[in-house]
């Protein structure tokens, strides 16, 4: 399989999955995630058209937004856990940050940055331990409480459990939206929060279908079988 096919086949699946919940093809941002491949890579998927990259590691990150300069049409997104004392490094081209975890990384992107940092609150929606993240109480009560003027919560991201189990899947991924919802109607100052963040490889599908605005993949377009 070519990136061409990997990537005819993910979008096969997107209209698709776009179809069945009678949405439109452009209510969905597809975000290759790069972050097991390199530059050369990354260009032949921007010879295909893609231009919103995700990654999960600041430095890395660093030298891939470098060697894209002359591209200045590319969307950066990082999406990985990110440490308080990276986001200076990162925050001037980050265009969406994916992986707002915590309010201390909060606190310290609303110091460092000098414009608005459009930012989704990461929810453990299903309460894994292992993962990162606010669960449903803290999301609210954190939008509640802040007062940012940095900090913009666009939408709210999730991680789905690593399970095939269809019901599961469909299940998170309505609790994520039945809270962005939630949060939407409070309308905070700096808290739109109209985008769900969410679908990977294994689970798009199902996220589109229960209302992704942003897919996160990265296998589906960099494996080759
Ligand atoms: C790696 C990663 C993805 C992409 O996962 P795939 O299974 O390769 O599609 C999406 N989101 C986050 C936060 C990731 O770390």
Redo the contacts with the bound molecule.
């Keep these: 399989m070519s990136y061409n096919d990997n990537l005819k086949l993910v979008e096969d699946k997107i209209s698709r999955a776009v179809a069945r919940s009678h949405r439109e093809r452009s209510d969905v941002h597809l975000v290759a995630?790069t972050?097991?491949v390199d530059v050369a890579a990354m260009e032949k998927l921007y010879d295909l058209g893609i231009r919103h990259f995700?990654e999960?590691r600041a430095d890395v990150f660093a030298e891939k937004v470098e060697a894209f300069a002359d591209k200045p049409d590319v969307v950066w997104h990082f999406?990985?856990s990110l440490q308080t004392r990276k986001v200076r490094a990162i925050l001037p081209y980050t265009r969406f940050l994916?992986?707002l975890d915590r309010v201390s990384l909060a606190d310290e992107i609303e110091k460092r940055a000098t414009e608005k940092m459009a930012c989704f609150l990461q929810v453990n929606i299903s309460e894994e331990e292992t993962k990162h993240g606010f669960n449903a109480e803290e999301a609210i009560a954190f939008v509640k409480a802040q007062n940012y003027q940095h900090v913009e919560i666009i939408g709210l991201m999730t991680?789905a459990p690593n399970t095939d189990d269809e019901q599961t899947l469909h299940h998170v991924f309505q609790g994520l939206k039945a809270l962005q919802q939630e949060i939407e109607k409070l309308e905070i100052a700096n808290v739109p929060c109209h985008e769900l963040s969410m679908g990977?490889?294994?689970d798009f599908e199902i996220a589109i279908e229960e209302g992704a605005t942003f897919i996160?993949?990265?296998?589906?377009l960099v494996e080759e079988n």
């Design positions: 995630v972050k097991t995700g999960n999406i990985g994916h992986s991680m990977m490889t294994n996160r993949v990265g296998r589906a």
